[in-house]
């Protein structure tokens, strides 16, 4: 059994995600199974076709008003290729998606495909060019069928201008027998899961018969099976002849799925190399700047008594007879696949969503169900998954989103004046160093580390015994992410009991003092800090629990 | 104050707490603009229409706008919350209805007027329970309770009208505070203004509405209860509703099923006029009253000024649309500038 | 991953059947049958008198024209609540054509009520389409402002049926082959409404944006023009309504049309069209108009006050959006629970 790479000995965060020790241990998104070639060392990613690329961005610039998105950046796509692009949050790659779409136009530089210069100033042009897009979230239309979606605005025709339904049914039948996938093309994408939908975009993208295909953070919400299946697809499109676009923040699919790589940083391009030639710890440098900083080493703290009890939670479907505790001062991390239930626990026990048995109890004293603002009173706070969504109100000012847990008690005589409010809000603004101008910024413009700052200050602001986090640090850069972790940790050492979500491995096993692991909505381990290794918490995440 | 991050306890961050000055953020908004319309129109009423700046002028005025200042005020917190209640005008009616008709069948007036009160709280827990318990939109049930409350308003009366209330009462609807040419029932109305007004802008439960309608998700993640909160906006638009139609019973002595028919629109551009976003989220009531007062100055003027009356249909539709189309403009203008202070980096 | 439906042309047709049947159009198709089958048992002269039967054809066919406008802009998750102030200035117009250009041939004002209701649907579209405000509002201020325009236009004035050439007025009487002129009329503006939703992309694009307004501008659909249409055909559609009214009728007011938007948004809810847009069917609000129009006719026969009809109405708009909640609720819970497993 090796010990995790990440106790005190560790030199870096870095280290750990080097492609050799990932391959072993392979995070959490992935579980294993028959190892890839890739996986076994063997780089299977063929060099890209020479020849005339099939998309190439040079010294493209845009800016917005003040705010300058891109100032240098360059890309070139190759036939035959899939290529990475990566960078923090805020080096400018959705702004170069959004160009190669169409949504945006170029300041100045210039945008060639397969040699000749373009310049779309819509959607419609860039798809009609061979340029199809698939965004993180997938835009269907929920009411119409699965053919439809796929030909909206093409749909084959006959005579009058008359759809031919039957052969757009069939040529759906085909595309999805070609991606060796099976969906039911008559039915609504209502109700379709991510990876299904992802499935339906990426076969608009080949009836596009599209040269270019550009794939935004596509796995952010695939279980390891559909995973699989989307690089197959990928892979398939790639030996077409087509050229791929990759954009994601996890290394090991990065360097499991492509074959060039290029780093931006602050809108400006940095670097572009295969991936044969580099390294994590190399691209994640010119990512950043710097050297990575370490994980913050966590505080020694004394736990204290149980604060948090969770009792035989179920609901329906979803998770099923879930129990734990959490005592004061420990940090307990529920660690699992996307997708295993985790969040909705959270939920559940917060109020947000209904459980059919099963109790909660803070300090002895029953959570009601369903009732956020009850939770609240008692001590619990939910730092919530969907940052923009569910943790705050994008159009609000900073001072309202901070104060919007405690207004009630900000209130004199139940009146709530600004001064009042705005008091709180750079009390507790500034001690989560949220950076913003004015208290009456909107939150909307702030960058994701800050808007997940000011939701951890709206949070702290109600003094809660528990602190539930879905998923602290996603989408937020490397400086800010410590910040966090800092924050936990010291938290936890003053006394909070802590209930964290995630699915990083290495913030997992460097916070946690207790692993719980979840798999489809039960609890299959518990794993102490001591015993909490990649390998125990992954097999924990995908086999059935052992009884021991 | 000690500081999370790093712990110690460093000089904190500086806040300003506006970016603009005070005087931007009270008139350069659409509460100001609304205003500045109001005066405006008053100032060139009064001077080029003859008899304008009478007393009576105003009393006629204020006795005609009562209906929709009332309904105003529950109304512009169900569209800030991102809600509509298109069945107000119906619950006016009914309420009058059942006032008349209990009246006429012996019941003291207090009384009845009592009873015409939780009827209009029950329609608008009716709406309240479609909407937030069953989950329907709100535009749909309204156009349907709309219809119903009409429906049974004019169903229970027929073609008939009560007419037989005491002189006490429709006297009292109609009378004025001492001299002056203010009508008794806005003590009423001021009253109601001044408590709503505190509920929606200085309470807790007023930042809940406005959380509501920017963000009804993230409000619901933060402890608001949402669906309680829209189910007591709609109780509020039944019973002041309610009201309303018991003044407007009294005011014109006849109860009849077809009361008001059409006010809910009356309503509805008045509190857009005065500055309520349709999205929701966005609002003021102090605006609000401007703008029914806008509407109702206008509509007074050009009758004196022997301009038919619709011609007053057809500029509070011309203002309406102006007055959304330039909020929309405003947006766009909005979103293409940068504010300093603003993070360099697209989130 | 669901499984395909096997290819055989046996299975396809029991699952078009099937879903004919569980299909809203036929439900509320049935209903108005069965309607019409209890009221006609009551009083046979409900649907055997010549008068009755072609009353009963007729009258709805002004609302079914408005209906169908309004389905396809409520479609478009957009809504237009001018389309009676519209029939009415159009109404009003075709009097006026009539008076003031004595011999105007009858398609002429056919084609100016159409023309006119479009231009009027035009400023409509222009606003929501290219503004981006909300329909409710736009159509609000227009529903004030055509009317205002109407009113004081007419003046004190009224059209007669004196003031309008026999032929005109014949139209709203006669019949061919029992089925009255103007029925005809709009039942082939409503077959050609329904194709062109069914089988050109220019009406599944309407779905789509109302389905999805944000992916369908992400799609590259031009919505703004698609739904300048949409408020073009409403106005239209409107204004054509108007000139079947001033046939009809052949008195107009300056109230005439009062009231219409709210029946026609009513007909296309029970209809089947859901208030946000992408579903429901023109058929559907077809349907509805006239099992609206019907239920006002059959209640007085049926031992009901007519003056409960509004009462009625108003029951009717709130039981079909709360089937079609639970409808969509349950489907949901299938679809997920299919989804499961998988």
């Known amino acids: 059994m090796t010990e995790s790479p990440l106790d005190e000995n560790s030199a870096s965060v870095v280290e750990f995600c080097q492609p050799e020790t990932l391959k072993r241990f392979n995070g959490l998104a992935t579980p294993p199974h028959a190892p890839s070639k890739a996986r076994q060392g063997i780089n299977v990613n063929t060099a890209p076709t020479p020849g005339a690329p099939a998309l190439e961005l040079r010294t493209i610039s845009k800016a917005f008003g003040a705010v300058v998105a891109l100032a240098n950046a360059s890309l070139t796509l190759r036939r035959g290729s899939i290529h990475a692009l990566v960078g923090e949050n805020g080096a400018g790659k959705s702004t170069i998606v959004k160009i190669i779409a169409g949504l945006y136009q170029r300041d100045t530089g210039d945008f060639d495909l397969d040699g000749e210069s373009v310049n779309f100033t819509s959607t419609a042009q860039s798809k009609a060019a061979g340029i199809a897009v698939i965004y993180q979230e997938p835009t269907l239309f929920p009411d119409l069928s699965v053919t439809e979606n796929i030909f909206m605005g093409r749909q084959p025709t006959l005579s009058l201008g008359r759809i031919d339904r039957r052969l757009m049914r069939q040529q759906a039948l085909g595309l999805f027998a070609r991606l060796g996938v099976r969906i039911d093309p008559d039915r609504p994408t209502q109700g379709l899961s991510i990876a299904d939908q992802q499935i339906i975009e990426i076969a608009k993208a080949i009836s596009l018969d599209a040269t270019v295909l550009v794939m935004d953070e596509p796995t952010a919400a695939l279980s390891g099976v559909e995973v699989d299946r989307l690089f197959a697809v990928a892979r398939s499109l790639r030996d077409e002849g087509r050229a791929l676009l990759f954009i994601s923040h996890r290394f090991d699919e990065v360097f499991d799925l492509c074959d060039t790589v290029t780093v931006m940083r602050d809108g400006e391009y940095i670097d572009t190399s295969a991936i044969a030639d580099t390294t994590v710890e190399q691209i994640v440098r010119r990512m950043v700047g710097r050297d990575v900083t370490t994980l913050f080493p966590k505080e020694e703290t004394t736990i204290g008594a149980e604060v948090l009890r969770v009792d035989g939670l179920t609901e329906a479907g979803v998770f099923h007879d879930v129990s734990f505790g959490v005592r004061s001062g420990e940090i307990v991390a529920l660690a699992g696949l996307v997708g295993a239930g985790r969040s909705e626990i959270a939920r559940a026990v917060f109020g947000v969503d209904p459980y059919s048995s099963g109790t909660v109890s803070i300090g002895g004293a029953r959570v009601p169900k369903r009732n956020p603002a009850a939770a609240m009173r008692l001590g619990l706070a939910l730092v919530p998954e969907d940052r923009r969504k569910q943790g705050l109100v994008l159009e609000s000012s900073v001072a309202r989103n901070t104060t919007m847990a405690i207004r009630r008690s900000l209130a004199g005589f139940g009146l709530l004046f600004s001064p009042a409010e705005n008091r709180a809000a750079r009390e507790w603004a500034s001690r989560l160093e949220v950076k913003a101008a004015t208290l009456d910024t909107e939150v909307g413009t702030l960058s994701g580390g800050n808007q997940q700052k000011v939701v951890l200050a709206k949070w702290l602001a109600t003094n809660p015994k528990v602190l539930i986090v879905d998923e602290p640090t996603r989408g937020i850069d490397v400086g800010t992410k410590a910040e966090v972790h800092r924050l936990l940790s010291r938290l936890a050492g003053q006394g909070m009991a802590i209930l964290m979500i995630s699915s990083e491995l290495p913030e997992v096993l460097g916070m946690a003092d207790r692993v719980l692991v979840v798999r489809e909505g039960r609890i299959t381990a518990e794993i102490d800090r001591a015993d909490a290794t990649a390998e125990s918490v992954m097999f924990a995440a995908t086999h059935e629990e052992v009884v021991a | ?347 | 991953m669901s499984v395909t439906t096997a290819e055989t042309t046996g299975s396809r047709v029991t699952a078009a059947l099937g879903s004919f049947v569980k299909a809203r159009e036929t439900g509320i198709l049935l209903a108005l049958a069965i309607i019409v089958v209890v009221t006609t048992a009551k009083n046979p002269n409900f649907l055997f008198s010549n008068d009755g039967f072609r009353d009963l054809l007729l009258t709805p066919s002004i609302l079914l024209l408005v209906a169908v406008g309004q389905a396809i802009v409520i479609i478009t998750r957009n809504v237009d609540l001018s389309v009676g102030s519209v029939l009415g200035l159009t109404a009003y117009l075709t009097g006026r054509l009539f008076i003031d250009i004595p011999g105007i041939p009858i398609i002429a004002v056919f084609l100016a009520g159409l023309v006119f209701g479009g231009l009027l649907g035009l400023i409509n579209g222009a606003l929501v389409a290219f503004a981006k405000v909300p329909a409710l509002v736009i159509t609000l201020g227009t529903l004030y402002a055509y009317r205002g325009i109407n009113v004081l236009w007419t003046g004190s004035d009224r059209i007669n049926a004196s003031d309008m050439p026999k032929p005109f007025l014949a139209l709203g009487t006669q019949s061919i082959l029992f089925i009255p002129v103007l029925t005809i009329i709009a039942v082939v503006v409503l077959i050609a409404a329904g194709w062109y939703m069914r089988n050109l992309r220019g009406g599944r694009e309407l779905y789509a944006i109302g389905s999805d307004p944000d992916a369908a501008n992400l799609y590259g659909l031009n919505v703004t023009r698609r739904v300048l249409v949409a408020f073009v055909v409403s106005g239209a559609l409107a204004g054509l309504a108007g000139v079947l009214y001033a046939a009809r009728y052949g008195t107009v007011n300056s109230q005439a049309g009062s009231g219409f938007e709210l029946e026609a948004v009513g007909a296309a809810v029970i209809g089947g069209v859901a208030i946000f847009g992408g579903s429901g069917t023109v058929w559907g609000a077809a349907i509805g108009a006239y099992l609206l129009f019907t239920i006002n006719r059959a209640l007085p026969i049926l031992g009901v006050q007519d003056f409960w009809q509004r009462a009625v109405v108003g029951v009717l708009i709130i039981g079909a959006i709360v089937l079609d909640r639970l409808l969509a609720l349950r489907q949901s819970r299938k679809l997920v629970e299919a989804r499961d497993n998988e």
């Open chain 2, 1 to 347: 104050m000690t500081d999370l991050i790093s712990g110690g306890t460093a000089t904190p961050r500086v806040y300003k707490d506006y970016a603009r000055p005070l005087w931007q953020r009270v008139l350069v908004t659409r509460e100001g603009a609304v205003y500045a319309a109001l005066i405006l129109v008053i100032v060139v009423a009064t001077l080029s229409v003859r008899n304008f700046g009478s007393p009576i002028t105003m009393t006629y005025l204020l006795l005609d706008v009562t209906p929709i200042l009332l309904i105003a005020l529950p109304m512009t917190l169900v569209i800030i919350t991102g809600e509509i209640d298109l069945s107000v005008a119906s619950v006016v009616g009914l309420s009058s209805v059942v006032l008349g008709t209990l009246h006429q069948g012996g019941m003291p007036i207090e009384a009845a007027a009592l009873v015409a009160i939780v009827v209009g709280a029950l329609a608008g827990a009716f709406n309240g329970f479609l909407i937030t318990v069953v989950g329907l939109p709100s535009l749909a049930v309204t156009i349907g309770t709309l219809a119903l409350y009409r429906g049974l308003a004019v169903g229970l009366l027929g073609t008939t009208a009560v007419t037989d209330f005491t002189e006490f009462w429709t006297d009292l609807a109609k009378s004025k505070i001492g001299g002056t040419g203010v009508p008794t029932v806005m003590i009423l109305f001021v009253l109601l203004l001044v408590v709503f007004a505190i509920v929606l802008h200085f309470t807790p439960f007023g930042r809940g509405i406005f959380a509501i309608g920017l963000s009804a998700e993230a409000a619901k993640f933060s402890g608001v209860h949402v669906e309680r909160t829209k189910f007591i906006l709609f109780v509020l638009t039944g019973t002041i509703s309610a009201l309303a139609g018991i003044y407007y019973t009294l005011r014109f002595g006849s109860a009849r099923g077809d009361n008001a028919t059409g006010l809910e629109l009356s309503v509805i551009a008045a509190v857009l006029l005065g500055g309520v976003s349709i999205f929701g989220g966005r609002g003021a009531l102090h605006g609000v009253i401007a703008g029914v007062l806008l509407i109702g100055v206008l509509g007074s003027a050009l009758r004196l000024a022997n301009v038919t009356s619709d011609v007053i249909n057809i500029i509070t539709g011309v203002l309406l649309v102006a007055s959304v189309v330039s909020t929309s403009v405003l947006n766009w203008v909005r979103a293409k500038r940068v504010r300093p202070g603003e993070s360099k980096k697209p989130s």
